[in-house]
C-alpha cells in the first residue's frame, strides 16, 4: 500500500465518507487523512476510524498534499477562505461543490491578480456512495499531469470519471449525470405505479422494475451497439414494446429529456453567478 498521500477532507459528509472508503487502507493510512468538520458527531465517527478531526482550518492543513473541499456550495467561499492561510505551493485542491466555478475557488485561494491554478472541480453523483459513481472533472491550467493523475486516482475510488473542458461542460456534467439518479428514480417510480396498476403487487412491481433496469443498463454498457440499436431489438413491429414506444412518442419523451436537462444546466449556471462573486 503506498502511504505517501496526505488528504484533508473538508466537510465530513457522505461523499467525504465514500472516498474515504475508497482510499483507506488502499491509498493511504486512516492516519494521512485530515477531517474538518463543525459537527462534534461528525467528527467522532472519523475519530472511530483512526483519522484526525478538527472543528475548524487548522495547521494541519499545511501537511496535507491533496485537499478536498465537500462541503456545499452556500459556504464554500467562507471555507475556502478559512483554509488559505495553510496552502502550499504543492497543494493539490478539488472541490465538490455545485456550482462553484474553479476560476473562483482559484481566486479565493490567492487573488484576483494572482489566483492559485492547481485547482480540480468535479461532479460526482450519489451512487458514489457504493463505489459505482460517474464524475466529471475539469482542471485549471496550474493543474500538470501529475496533479490530474492523481485527482483522477482519488475519485476512481468512487467509480467511474471523465473528463471535461471546462465549467460550462461541468455544468452539462451536472445536468446529465450529476442530477441523473434522480430522472432514473422518477422513472423507476413510475414504472412500480404503472406495475401496480396492472395487478402485480408493489414488491412484484418494484423487484421487476429494478431487476429490469439493472439487466437493461448492464447490456447497453456491454453491448457494443448504441442505445438504439438495442431498442430496435426489443420492438418488433405491431408487439406490445412498439405499443409503449408510440404512446412516449406521443407525448414527447425525448423532447422532455432534452428541456429537462437544459434547466438543470441553466440552473447549475445561475448557481456559480449566485456563488462565485
Known sequence: MKTELSLALIGGGNMANALASGLIGRRCAAS???VIDPGEAVRARWDALGTTTAAAPDGRLSECRVWFFAVKPQIMAEVVRQCR??????????SIAAGIPGEAIARWLGSAAEPYARVVRCMPNTPALIASGMT??????GVDEADRALAEELLRAVGQVIWVRDDAA?????AVSGSGPAYVFLFLEALIAAGVEQGLTPEQARQLAL??????TQLATLSPDSPAVLRERVTSRGGTTAAALAVFQERGLSGIMREAVAAAARRAGELAREFSG
Open 136 to 141: 466529471g472533472m475539469a482542471a485549471l491550467d
Open 85 to 94: 492561510p495553510w496552502l502550499r505551493p504543492g497543494t493539490l485542491v478539488i
Open 170 to 174: 461541468i455544468d452539462a456534467v451536472t
Open 32 to 34: 494521512s487523512v485530515h
Open 211 to 216: 431487476g429490469t433496469f439493472h439487466g437493461a
